[in-house]
């Protein structure tokens, strides 16, 4: 019998998740079939359900069932109990375990392409406090960085990051306009808001007027694939990591966690990068 996995969401009929795991299964030589379960809130539960009775090997869940789905699980991974938040189940000794796997499959994109970075000399700024930043900075944090600061529009909900730092990171929470006045500190910044998404193409959240030249600048955001502010960190003289190494990091992830095998990446980026465009 093949591998069987899914994703539930809503909505998700354009998600590129079965194209980059049946490519996982293709590389692994492995059967199996990775199945879209657009379920509406109130099938929830039902839907969960069926897919641990129906015993199979795991399955994704993303936007908006992420925290949803905590309740229905039987064991939490502690980072995805302190993000708040489950990407990917998968029944552990007997229990349905939720992992998220944004964070940490974000941090091996990066990690992969600039390795020299992953120094505690290097200054980390994040650009926004959502649920995507919340996994990133959890992840960030188990790296060598010393400084990982974080800006965004609403202090408060940067300052709730605090009790997911360790010992070794120092963190401030800044305004945009204090991250623009200080940005020449910083080796390399994620932007992890949804500003300079489609169909809002030409916006960005802040200006990079006193970028370091060299610096890495991340975006997150896959849809454009070279966003306003990449484009910007180009002409500045930055490094530019863009959003759709992340979607392909986590589904890694995510594939190792229910089948223990690590599928090889290599030209799978470059393809979804052709999908993208
Ligand atoms: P996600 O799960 O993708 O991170 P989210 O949890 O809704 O989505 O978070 C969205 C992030 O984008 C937040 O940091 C949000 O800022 P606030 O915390 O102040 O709401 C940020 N964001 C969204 N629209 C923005 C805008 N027009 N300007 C600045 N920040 C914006």
Known sequence: MGLSLGLIGYPINHSLSPWIHHQFMEKLGLEGEYVLYETSSDQLKKTVYQLMNKQVDGFNITVPYKQDIIPLLDELHPDAEKIGAVNTVVKESGKWTGYNTDGQGY????????????????????????????????????????????????????????????????????????????????????????????????DKVLSLRKLKPKTVVSDIVYQPLMTTLLKDAIDRGGRIHQGHAMLLYQAQLAFEIWTNKRPPLDDTLIKLEERLR
């Open 107 to 202: 941090v091996r994109s990066v990690k992969t392409e600039f390795p020299e970075l992953f120094t505690s000399k290097s200054k980390v700024l994040i650009l926004g406090a959502g649920g995507a930043a919340r996994g990133i900075y959890r992840a960030l944090v188990q790296e060598p960085f010393s400084t990982i600061d974080i800006a965004n529009r609403t202090l408060k909900k940067a300052e709730s990051f605090i009790p997911l730092k360790e010992d070794h990171v120092s963190t401030d929470v800044l305004s945009f306009s204090e991250a623009e006045e200080n940005l020449y500190k910083y080796d390399y910044i994620v932007q992890t808001t949804s500003v300079g998404m489609k169909p809002n193409i030409n």
